[in-house]
């Protein structure tokens, strides 16, 4: 069992470039996270998506866009990426109900 | 503004004894959870406790909940090396379906 996957673990991005974080999970859970966490500080969430079809802003939704394109895939978009978005980026999952989520092991984004 | 903080920022202990972290919240929830995270890795969920319940064991792990002070407090008993980590608490809040995280708290274990 997978759990949480997370692509690519790695990325370095020049100012204005686009590009797209991938999450999947295999645990048929219904909700799924976006948090990016930077140095020092706890996780602050972007975005989340309660179930299919539904995507809601989280604390620090601005410059990001997410899809969930299906049960298992929620994706993040950074359309034009900018400095202040270099961060670890973690996408988590759970079932629902009173349940600790699962999280992937991270994106480390640096934008120059 | 993140929903938990947590007190102490920092903690360095010996092996072998207790270790305690607290953290404090400011709306209703309907659990709070903690996390640990080692050094450039994932967190790992270690305990939930619900807002109806004042204390839970898991091992090692002791946590409580005083949902009138809004705070709770994990205690680590006789820690390990291995429990050198950062901790975070995270809050379930009533009519939402998020997570907020608290600042955490970087535990330092000496052999």
């Known amino acids: 069992n997978a759990g949480v996957t997370q692509t690519p673990k790695f990325q370095v991005l020049k100012t204005g470039q686009s590009m797209t974080l991938q999450c999947a999970q295999d645990?048929?859970?219904?909700?799924m996270y976006w948090y990016r966490q930077d140095p020092g500080m706890g996780l602050r969430l972007i975005y989340y998506?309660?179930?299919?079809?539904?995507?809601d802003k989280g604390e620090v939704p601005n410059g990001y866009n997410v899809s969930r394109l299906n049960k298992r895939e929620f994706s993040l978009r950074l359309e034009s990426a900018a400095p202040s978005q270099t961060s670890v980026y973690f996408c988590?999952?759970?079932?629902?109900?009173?349940?600790?989520?699962?999280f992937g092991s991270g994106t480390r984004l640096t934008v120059v | 503004s993140q929903q938990g903080e947590e007190d102490p920022q920092a903690l360095s202990i010996q092996e072998g004894e207790n270790a305690t972290m607290n953290c404090s919240y400011k709306?209703?929830?309907?659990?709070l959870q903690w996390y640990r995270q080692n050094s450039g890795r994932g967190l790992v969920h270690l305990i939930l406790?619900?807002?109806?319940?004042r204390e839970k064991h898991s091992g090692r792990l002791r946590v409580t909940l005083d949902t009138s002070k809004k705070s709770s407090s994990l205690l680590i008993t006789a820690s390990r090396a291995a429990d050198t980590a950062s901790y975070f608490c995270?809050?379930?809040?009533?009519?939402?379906?998020?997570?907020?995280f608290g600042t955490g708290t970087r535990l330092q274990v000496f052999p």
């Open positions: 988590a999952s759970r079932a629902g109900g009173a349940r600790g989520y699962t």
């Open positions: 709306t209703s929830i309907n659990n």
């Open positions: 406790i619900r807002s109806n319940e």
């Open positions: 998506s309660a179930s299919e079809g539904t995507t």
């Open positions: 645990m048929n859970h219904n909700s």
């Open positions: 995270a809050t379930d809040a009533v009519d939402t379906d998020k997570l907020i």
